[in-house]
């Protein structure tokens, strides 16, 4: 399977925990971006990378909130002290960084603070 | 804040076409019109995406209007396994993020 990776599937955490989330991007695509969803709602934009490069971020990471990128391929996903409020699928998606390319979505990790 | 309209939720029976509308009145000039859908518990899976002409690959196709305020997604053939909520989104890459909106839930039924 070529597509997006994403480990775990499932994490079940007690509020004030740290979780690191790890997502593998198809090989040859240089961005990769972070996107949070709750139940009933369309995914939310957190954060995304060209190659190494963190470019943009969503006020929704707050300073709990790190993302990393370290080589430009895997990265990871990390929330320090999760509340409850945290509950939700995150969800990572990479693309090409040429005009029009598409982003491909692995399958989220599903965090649940407890 | 999204860009598109898209009504909250559609049926439609199972062998017939889908046809999913799309209103995206302020889009400029460099962005694409792109759709995914999502299956419950599962990552949005792209569909299909284009700039002025129809596109069609082996999932659907994608008719934009002339004016390209608006376009519809035709699933031609529609399976129970199409149920899902459908994403109309307007992006160009060069500008960040995608934003999604809230969909359209299809419900192919027998």
């Known amino acids: 399977d070529t597509g997006v990776s994403q480990d775990p599937r499932h994490k079940i955490t007690k509020r004030g925990q740290n979780v690191t989330f790890r997502c593998d991007p198809i090989?040859?695509?240089?961005?990769l971006y972070w996107y949070r969803q709750t139940l009933g709602q369309g995914p939310e934009f957190l954060t995304y990378?060209?190659?190494?490069?963190?470019?943009?971020k969503s006020r929704l990471l707050s300073d709990r909130f790190s993302a990393e990128r370290p080589k430009g391929s895997f990265s990871t996903l990390e929330i320090q002290r999760t509340e409850q409020g945290d509950s939700a699928m995150y969800l990572c998606?990479?693309?090409?960084?040429?005009?029009?390319?598409?982003?491909?979505f692995g399958n989220g990790t599903r965090l649940t603070v407890t | 804040d999204a860009k598109t309209t898209q009504p909250p939720s559609m049926d439609c029976a199972e062998g017939r076409a889908a046809n999913l509308p799309c209103n995206h009145s302020?889009?400029?000039?460099?962005?694409?019109v792109y759709w995914y859908r999502q299956i419950h518990s599962q990552g949005p899976q792209y569909i299909i995406h284009?700039?002025?002409n129809n596109e069609t690959n082996e999932m659907a196709s994608l008719i934009i209007t002339e004016d390209r305020k608006s376009s519809t997604l035709i699933l031609p053939h529609a399976t129970l396994r199409d149920t899902a909520v459908y994403y109309c989104i307007v992006w160009s890459n060069q500008g960040g993020k995608l934003i999604f909106g809230q969909g359209t839930e299809l419900s192919v039924k027998p």
């Open positions: 090989s040859e695509h240089n961005r």
């Open positions: 998606a990479s693309s090409l960084a040429g005009w029009g390319s598409p982003l491909h």
């Open positions: 284009g700039l002025k």
């Open positions: 302020t889009i400029s000039g460099n962005e694409y």
């Open positions: 990378f060209q190659n190494e490069a963190q470019l943009e």
